[in-house]
């Protein structure tokens, strides 16, 4: 259950994992489950706890990338470095390997060090013409750390080749690739908003209520002024 509301509803799966903890706290699944959940609710502290606590249990070394993003969300950029440096890099697979350089990268820039982040995102995964599952994001984080460092043609190369390797839509980029193209986007609900606030009567050309029962008394005496006058005409035939 928590797996299947994390993208809907982030909020329900961290209430339904805290459940889960209650009821099965000694299950190393359940404490990757909620660790996902503070996760994806931006709580790191109680994220990192559960992954560690899920890494004892295991000994499984795949949550490392995801443990020293922690420690950037709770503005410790250096011990995520600390992390990237560490042996337990070497025992993760590929992606795994490619998700500690997108931490380590951005460690860089949580630092201020942007060349340094580029240099860090530059491997052979990010030359490779291989659309692989995670090229699309290193590809993009790539050309945002290019575009943050002022290199904006360098960026917009970059970009585009997200937007190639992005066939599920699980980044922006092509976004970001219109927007340095001058493409201006037009918020349509804001439009109609706008056309049915023009469509309103201006208060200023409103009548208000006395002036129309003036009127309406007015039509009243006109009409009764008409009517004795018909019936003097009567009398005098």
Request: glycine share 8%.
């Amino acid at each position: 259950m928590v797996a299947r509301l994390l993208d809907e509803d982030p909020e329900g799966a961290y209430g339904y994992s805290r459940v889960a903890l209650r009821l099965a706290s000694r299950v190393a699944a359940v404490r990757e489950a909620a660790g996902f959940a503070a996760y994806a609710n931006q709580k790191y502290g109680e994220a990192l706890a559960e992954f560690r606590a899920a890494k004892r249990m295991t000994g499984n070394i795949d949550l490392w990338p995801v443990m020293a993003d922690c420690e950037r969300g709770l503005e410790r950029p250096e011990k995520a470095l600390d992390m990237a440096g560490a042996p337990e890099v070497h025992k993760l697979d590929k992606a795994g390997q490619v998700e500690m350089r997108l931490v380590a990268a951005g460690a860089r820039r949580d630092l201020g060090q942007l060349d340094a982040a580029i240099v860090t995102l530059q491997s052979p995964e990010l030359a490779a013409n291989a659309v692989q599952p995670w090229t699309a994001r290193l590809r993009y984080a790539y050309a945002d750390a290019l575009l943050a460092a002022g290199r904006e043609s360098e960026a917009r190369e970059w970009f585009a080749k997200a937007v190639e390797a992005d066939r599920d839509g699980s980044t922006d980029a092509s976004d970001r690739l219109a927007e340095l193209d001058g493409v201006e986007f037009v918020d349509a609900m804001a439009g109609d908003t706008d056309e049915g606030e023009n469509d309103q009567v201006p208060a200023s050309d409103t009548p208000k209520a006395d002036e129309v029962e003036v009127e309406d008394q007015d039509d009243v005496d006109v009409e009764v002024e008409a009517q004795g006058q018909g019936q003097v005409e009567n009398d005098k035939d």
